[in-house]
Every structure is written in structure tokens, then in C-alpha cells.
Nanobody, 127 residues
Framework: QGQLVESGGGLVQPGESLTLSCAGSEYTLDYWTIGWFRQAPGKEREAVSCISISKGPPFYADSVKGRFTAFRDNIKGTAYLQMNKTKPEDTAVYYC????????????????????WGQGTQVTVSS
């Protein structure tokens, strides 16, 4: 069975930018609803952003609105999370997730209706 693979994590200073990528190891992500979640030490996994194949707007958590942008390349079948104006509180393991194409961004991000999880990539924001 194919897996989701995240990349692009690392250490950045506050205010810097970082872009996370997500790809399927054996399939493309063209038609899936894609979500980005994060989990900081001692905290529950929380939704960051979800984006569907439709033209509807992505869902963003209040904590990242105006700073993070989720987008997808439907030719390559990949998904991305552009993180701008990073803050120390953005430090977490970031997970890519995929859900059935009929899953709305609200259902995926709010109800965590996820079909597949990636293995996660560490993002550390520190000076």
C-alpha cells in the first residue's frame, strides 16, 4: 500500500519561511482531499489546513491564518504548505494526511476524517 511522504521540515528562525511538501509514494494526490496537521510535545494533534480538489477555499486554523498557505500541484500530484512569518509556537511535528475526494475540508480538519497519514516531519522555530 502506498504511503504519504512529507519533506521540507527543519530549523528556522522566527519570522523566516519554510515550505513543506507531501507526495504519495505509489500514487498521486490529484483527487484526494489533503490536510496538514501538527503535534507539539505534550499536546494533541491539531489541524493546520485542509484543501480539496474543488475550487472552494482551503480551511485554515485561526493560529495560522494569514501566515500559512496550502496549495497543490495537480500536474505533479503533490501538495504543499507554505509557512511564512513563523513563530516559536509553530514548532511541532507536521503531518500530511489524505482523505476521500468527497471529504470536505471542514470535515477533514474539524472532525479529523482522515484516510491516510504521513510519517511526519519536524519543524522547529527557534532563535
Amino acid at each position: 500500500q502506498g504511503q504519504l511522504v512529507e519533506s521540507g521540515g527543519g530549523l528556522v528562525q522566527p519570522g523566516e519561511s519554510l515550505t513543506l511538501s507531501c507526495a504519495g509514494s505509489e500514487y498521486t494526490l490529484d483527487y484526494w482531499t489533503i490536510g496538514w496537521f501538527r503535534q507539539a510535545p505534550g499536546k494533541e494533534r491539531e489541524a493546520v489546513s485542509c484543501i480539496s480538489i474543488s475550487k472552494g477555499p482551503p480551511f485554515y486554523a485561526d493560529s495560522v491564518k494569514g501566515r500559512f498557505t496550502a496549495f497543490r500541484d495537480n500536474i505533479k500530484g503533490t501538495a504543499y504548505l507554505q509557512m511564512n512569518k513563523t513563530k516559536p509556537e509553530d514548532t511541532a511535528v507536521y503531518y500530511c494526511a489524505a482523505a476521500h475526494p468527497a471529504t470536505t475540508v471542514q470535515d477533514m480538519c474539524i472532525n479529523k476524517r482522515v484516510g491516510h497519514w504521513g510519517q511526519g516531519t519536524q519543524v522547529t522555530v527557534s532563535s
